[in-house]
C-alpha cells in the first residue's frame, strides 16, 4: 500500500517530496515490524480463542512456545520503533518518533484489552490501517510544504486523507464481520463484542449499513471526479473492481447466516480495499495520458 502511494500517485503528480528513498525504506520497515509485532501480541493473547475459533491455525503455543512468541514481540516491536527514531531525526522532526511509540502501545492495548470493547476494538484497528496512509503524508509531505506550495501539497494530502478514511470504513466492517464468524470462541472468553453485545442479525444489519456509506460515496466520486472529467479508464477500474464488489458484498452481508459466510465477506473486503488501494495508481496515471 505504501509502495503504491510513492510509486503510483507521489512521484507522478510532481511535488517535492521529503523522503529519500532509503529513508521511504524505514518507513515501509517501521510500519511492517510494529504490525507484524502486533500480530504476534495479540496471537499471544487470543491463544484459547484460537483454538475455539480456527484451531488449525494457532501457531503460538503448538509451533512457538509463549516465552519465544513474546521475544519475538519486543524484537519485531523495538526494531520497528527504532526505524521511526531514525527516520523521525533524519527529516529534522525527532518529535515525531512519538508516533511509532504510540501505535505500537495502541496494538498492544488492543491485544490485551480494547478487542473485549463492543465497537471499540474494531474502531482502533481501523484507524490504524487509516493512519498507515496518513503517516505518509506526514513524513513525505508536511516537511515539505510551505507557503508557496501549500495549495498543491495540501490537495496532495487530502487525496491521501480520502483514501485513509475509504480504508478506515471498510476494515471497520470487516473487523466487525470477523467478530461475527469469531462470535463462540470470543463467548467463551467472556469478550464483549458487537455481536456479542446486540446479536449476530442485528450486527449483520448495521455492518450492511456501514458498507453502504463508501459505496453511495464511490459512486457520487466516481460520477464528479471521474466520469465528469472523461477519466473512462479510472472510471472502469473503480466500477468493475471496487463499486461492483462492494454492491455484491453488501448483498452477501444482508443474506449471511453461516460462519462461512462470514468468512467469505472478510475475504472480500481484504480484496475491495486492496484493489481500492491500487485505484489510485489507476486513476493517476489516467489524469497523466488524458491531459
Not at 485513509?164 to 466487525?176: S, T
Not at 464511490?218 to 464488489?245: E, M, S
Not at 489510485?280 to 495520458?289: C, P, Q
Request: proline letters at 2%; glycine letters at 6%.
Amino acid at each position: 500500500m505504501q509502495l503504491t502511494f510513492r510509486f503510483g500517485y507521489l512521484e507522478l503528480i510532481n511535488i517535492p517530496l521529503s523522503l529519500f528513498y532509503w529513508q521511504y525504506s524505514l518507513l515501509i520497515m517501521a510500519t511492517v515490524l510494529i504490525a507484524a509485532g502486533g500480530y504476534v501480541i495479540n496471537d499471544i493473547f487470543d491463544q484459547e480463542t484460537d483454538y475455539e475459533n480456527k484451531s488449525k491455525k494457532v501457531i503460538i503455543g503448538t509451533i512457538i512456545p509463549e516465552s519465544k512468541a513474546y521475544t519475538l514481540y519486543a524484537a519485531l516491536t523495538i526494531t520497528g520503533v527504532a526505524c521511526g527514531f531514525v527516520l523521525a531525526n533524519s527529516v529534522g522532526h525527532p518529535n515525531f518518533a512519538v508516533l511509532f511509540v504510540l501505535i505500537a502501545t495502541i496494538l498492544y492495548f488492543y491485544a490485551s484489552s480494547l478487542k473485549q470493547i463492543a465497537v471499540v476494538g474494531n474502531i482502533v484497528v481501523a484507524a490504524l490501517l487509516a493512519f498507515s496512509v496518513i503517516i505518509i503524508g506526514i513524513f513525505d509531505i508536511y516537511p515539505n510544504t510551505f507557503d508557496i506550495n501549500r495549495a498543491q501539497m495540501s490537495l496532495a494530502f487530502s487525496i491521501l486523507f480520502d483514501y485513509a478514511k475509504f480504508a478506515f470504513i471498510i476494515n471497520l466492517v470487516r473487523e466487525i464481520i470477523k467478530d461475527i464468524e469469531d462470535i463462540d470462541g470470543d463467548n467463551m472468553q467472556g469478550m464483549r463484542t458487537l455481536p456479542i453485545v446486540f446479536g449476530t442479525a442485528k450486527t449483520t444489519k448495521i455492518a450492511f449499513a456501514l458498507i453502504l456509506l463508501p459505496t453511495l460515496y464511490l459512486l457520487y466520486y466516481a460520477k464528479t471526479n471521474l466520469f465528469d472529467y472523461d477519466l473512462f479508464y479510472g472510471l472502469a477500474y473503480v466500477l468493475v473492481l471496487v463499486i461492483a464488489p462492494l454492491l455484491f458484498c453488501a448483498i452477501r452481508i444482508w443474506n449471511a447466516k453461516e460462519k462461512a459466510d462470514f468468512h467469505f465477506i472478510s475475504i472480500l473486503l481484504k480484496g475491495i480495499i486492496f484493489f481500492g488501494i491500487l485505484s489510485i495508481a489507476v486513476i493517476t496515471l489516467n489524469i497523466k495520458h488524458h491531459a
